[in-house]
Nanobody, 134 residues
């Protein structure tokens, strides 16, 4: 698996976690890491995978699901081929497996609608489990 997600764990309500997703190579599927929009999705037990946040190729633009706004911050370090998700004020409803994803989005306008489309992502990490207890 080229994209390795890490940083999950079991925490209590109100705690923070920082997820990381690192590419083992400077390229993802033959294209530079920096050529990819990077995103985080999550999937809770018995539910569909849902969008959490995304960042543009250079990291200058970020997009968030309503559930993540004000609490989560996405960032990326293209020199380290890594994307991060800082999660503050965690709630039990944030419990899920968190997946990172990489997509090219060539010629596309980036916004929440486009970056939340799972079909646009060509590479996925293996997931890291976040459990938030009340």
């Amino acid at each position: 698996v080229q994209l390795q997600a890490s940083g999950g764990g079991s925490v209590e309500t109100g705690d923070s976690l920082r997820l990381s997703c690192a590419s083992s190579r400077r390229t993802v599927g033959g294209r530079e890491f920096s050529s990819h929009v990077m995103a985080w999705f999550r999937q809770a037990p018995g539910k569909e995978r849902e969008f959490v946040s995304a960042t543009s190729w250079g990291g200058g633009e970020t997009y968030y699901a309503n559930s993540a706004k004000g609490r989560f911050t996405i960032s990326r370090d293209n020199a380290k081929f890594t994307v991060y998700l800082q999660m503050n004020g965690l709630k039990p409803e944030d419990t899920a497996v968190y997946y990172c994803a990489a997509g090219l989005f060539e010629g596309m306008v980036l916004n929440v609608q486009s970056t939340s489309d799972t079909k646009q992502y060509r590479s996925w990490g293996q997931g890291t489990l976040v459990t938030v207890s009340s």
